[in-house]
């Protein structure tokens, strides 16, 4: 069984070709990196995967399941969630609000169901509560739980912005670039959390980073991009010595 | 101080915070209960209006200040709600049925105006909202076999169940009541899965998309929801206006709708009550200024003597007379409320009560502190 895969994905903006055929899969229960120089076309995969942009060329499969034509907004439900690179959180909201709507994936109350406020949506309500209460316990969050988030600092917004994907309860998970902008302190409280997250919540992680040692301390594969093309897939020590790789990030 | 310690998930779902909070909401039930004993009939038909207006404050609340989607057309939902009401009274409809159909029919124009908004935002789904406020205004005025174009429409009062409500007082009651119900219902929706979809797409479209919002269909039903609140406020206002005319829902009534949810405050329903209040009772009050403030100086320069404060105060009479000066208080309030209190009235409520919760402890500065503490942490 396939868990997921990329299949000769490809993309054109205009003339550009931002991804050239780009073919990989994911193992259940890995952390799977993509990494590359800028423009090399890491986030237009994931814009890809999570359906934002048609692609010109290629397949998604997702649990066997061929996702390449599936609306966005039903890739949370199949299981699928992913972070920004850019928080995209909704700043004028709280946090617990912000993981709460996370379990939009998992709705099943209707519209005059919740105008009347029936037990059966409080009951929904409650169970919701629980998932995202578990999400705060698991990433410490507590403290902020009830602050909006645009009086948050940014290193907690970014935490907010996994724990948002997390309360999806996802089976694939994907992180753009989940250390940027953080403190070295936050980057390895980060790969902590990366690590449990696929040990003990056994979520499989996709991610795109740059930080080679937060890339080395929790990948188990790493696959490196030049100019939208595939140069090396490896483990990140085969990945730091291939001469392809050190060629596209230090030039010569 | 108080301190709120939640042990169950219930906690955060229910209607009021505590009992506290209930109790302040009991009060003021009672208090508008009591109301219309303790004023004249004048004021108690004024403060209908709050209520009338509460309803239209919810409806756009729920569309700009909540699902981020301007509309400058809301007027036109107003008017829709208000002829189809006064129509089906005419041919017999009973109330109820007549209120009804007539939210059902906003609702579906809401829906169709809202199709427009599934591919647009901001300035140019404002411009389509108006072009359609224009273009109904039109069929009210053309449209004579229903509308009875410039001649108009009467209004009857109100008959439910063969209960009349005839005087000022039982049309309050039943205005009350109405805005209570939307109020409880709009916040049902925003405890739920739909409310914060709606915030979602009001914050970041892109990730309400990816956390399994469907766009399109939830910015339909805020417009459809919107529009619904609009039209049954509609009918409450052709009962209270007694005679329909169409330019009674120009574009500067959808404008002054569009001012109560700002200077109410952007996305909090309270902002919507505190915008009505402010909307309805502006007119009232400058009345009264205009009439009180030369007699009240009057009576100053009669005691002390001093001619001058005579002088000012008839010409500050004067002055509140001239046609216009409503609308340039309200513009002004407006302007002001923008630079000084983005958050509106409801954002100084805020503050208000966090001086009292936190008495005698409240620092000024205490909101500027925090913001700019905030943007030095290497915040963007």
New interface residues.
Partial sequence: MTFFEADHLAINFGGIRAVDDVSFAVNKGEVFTIIGPNGAGKTTIFNLV?R?YEPTAGRLVFEDRDITRV???????LGI??T?QNI??????SL??NL??????H?R?G?FG????LPY??QM??K???AA?RVIDFLDLQQYRDALI?????GVRKVTELG?ALC?APKLLLLDEPSS?LTVEETEDMAFWIEDIKNLLGITVLMVEHDMKLVSAVSDRVLALNYGRPIAIGTPQEIQSHPEVVRAYLGG | MRFLFKTA??Q??RLFRDRVAAMWYGLLAVAVLLLPALLSGYYVGEITWVFIYGICGVSLMVLVGYTGLLSLGHAAFLGIGAYAHAYFLQHGVPWVASVALATLITTACGTVVGLPALRMTGIYLAIATLAFAVIIQEVFTRWESVTNGFAGMPVEKPVIFGVHFNDNASFYYLCAAILALTLL?TR??L???????W??I???E??????????AVYKS?AFAYSAALMGLAGALFAHKIAYLAPDIFTILLSIQLLLLVIVGGL?SLHGAVFGAIFVALLPPIIAILRDSIPAALADVARATGIGLIDGVGRAMGDFLKKPGVEAGIFGLILVLVIVLEPLGMHGRWIKIRLFFSTFPLYKRHTFKR?KSY?KS????
């Fill in positions: 999570s934002i609306p966005p907004h039903r890739i949370a439900a969630a992913r920004f995209e959180l909704f700043e004028h909201a617990l609000e709460l709507l996370a379990r939009h994936a709705k109350s519209f919740e105008l009347l406020f949506v409080r309500e409650v919701h509560r629980e209460e645009v009086n948050l600092p940014y948002r999806t902008g | 998930y219930e955060d779902i219902a049902n929706l405890r739920s899965p739909t409310g914060r979809a915030i979602a009001r914050d970041s892109i990730a309400a998309q990816s956390m399994g919002v469907n766009l039903i996305g925090q905030m942490e290497r915040l963007r």
